[in-house]
């Protein structure tokens, strides 16, 4: 990989990392929540199964597999298979909430189908422009 490949890659983590971290404190601050109670720990837990689900995502766009729905589903199911054993080995350290699983499942299949759906119209775009020439 190239030095603008891997600056493209550390700008869009850092870009979602900000947006979901801006997103979380919103929504703790609309709850009358003034600190995150899981603290420090969480932050790094979000930047782990960041980093799990860019990393998916680079390898779901670079799978030599047709069709995109089948590359996306090889990619995602053994990724969304590392955050689950993420969160349980989290578990050791400290009490995971109730809907621990539950919530690793749903923002972890969110962005991965945001991602995706991105990835597509991206391609789907460059398809239709490079016939066009």
Known sequence: MNKKKWISIVSIYSIIYMVITLLNSILYLGNGIYEDPSGN???LDRAMILLIGIATFELCTNLPI???IFRYMIAYVPSQLLAFTYVWFSGLREELAKTAYRDIWINFTSLFILLCIVNTIISVYKK???TAF
């Open 128 to 130: 239709k422009r490079n």
């Open 41 to 43: 720990w969480h932050e």
């Open 66 to 68: 047709k069709p995109l």
